[in-house]
T-cell receptor, first 115, second 109 residues
């Protein structure tokens, strides 16, 4: 039982380059989230999805795009990376969502450095 | 604005008890979560409180006072493996999680 898997684990980009982070979950969860974690700050929600084919903006969506073409996958894209996007990115899933309570299951994180 | 406050770092001794406090200010409130995060790893769920009072789960307990906007996580019989960051997160009226910056707990032998 893999849970939530993120790839890649580490990546170094140059300013202006693009990349995609992949999140896959095998728990049949409807809800998926992308967070970033920066030193001295709480987790900040970038985008989320309440089901296959749907996405919504979170607290800090600028500079990122997402897609949820399949229920088990949630992709986070950076079209033109900036040094401010240097961070650790966490994907999470839940079988609960808006109006309900549920714990989040996190992936192990993707450490991105933008030079 | 919405805000979660928790201490940045705490130090405790193996075998002892430690209490990690969290105060919150949110637009509405639908409960409070505690997560544990070991260095370089994913956060993992510890507890959820929505009613006032203490919830005990083995060596870990979590307390909530809604009137005071206050919660704490109590860790008993500390073990070296409890060295981690502890994240407090409040669920606001829109069921969005507001996260604290985390408390790094250092356990000394």
């Amino acid at each position: 039982n893999a849970g939530v898997t993120q790839t890649p684990k580490f990546r170094v980009l140059k300013t202006g380059q693009s990349m995609t982070l992949l999140c896959a979950q095998d728990m049949n969860h409807e809800y998926m989230y992308w967070y970033r974690q920066d030193p001295g700050m709480g987790l900040r929600l970038i985008h989320y999805s309440v089901g296959e084919g749907t996405t919504a903006k979170g607290e800090v969506p600028d500079g990122y795009n997402v897609s949820r073409l399949k229920k088990q996958n949630f992709l986070l894209g950076l079209e033109s990376a900036a040094p401010s996007q240097t961070s650790v990115y966490f994907c999470a899933s839940s079988n609960k969502g808006q109006g309900e309570i549920g714990e989040l299951f996190f992936g192990e994180g993707s450490r991105l450095t933008v030079l | 604005g919405q805000n979660i406050d928790q201490p940045t770092e705490m130090t405790a001794t193996e075998g002892a008890i430690v209490q990690i406090n969290c105060t919150y200010q949110t637009s509405g409130f639908n409960g409070l979560f505690w997560y544990q995060q070991h260095a370089g790893e994913a956060p993992t769920f510890l507890s959820y409180n929505v009613l006032d009072g203490l919830e005990e789960k083995g060596r870990f307990s979590s307390f909530l006072s809604r009137s005071k906007g206050y919660s704490y996580l109590l860790l008993k019989e500390l073990q070296m493996k409890d060295s981690a960051s502890y994240l407090c997160a409040a669920l606001d009226s829109n069921y969005q999680l507001i996260w604290g910056a985390g408390t790094k707990l250092i356990i000394k032998p």
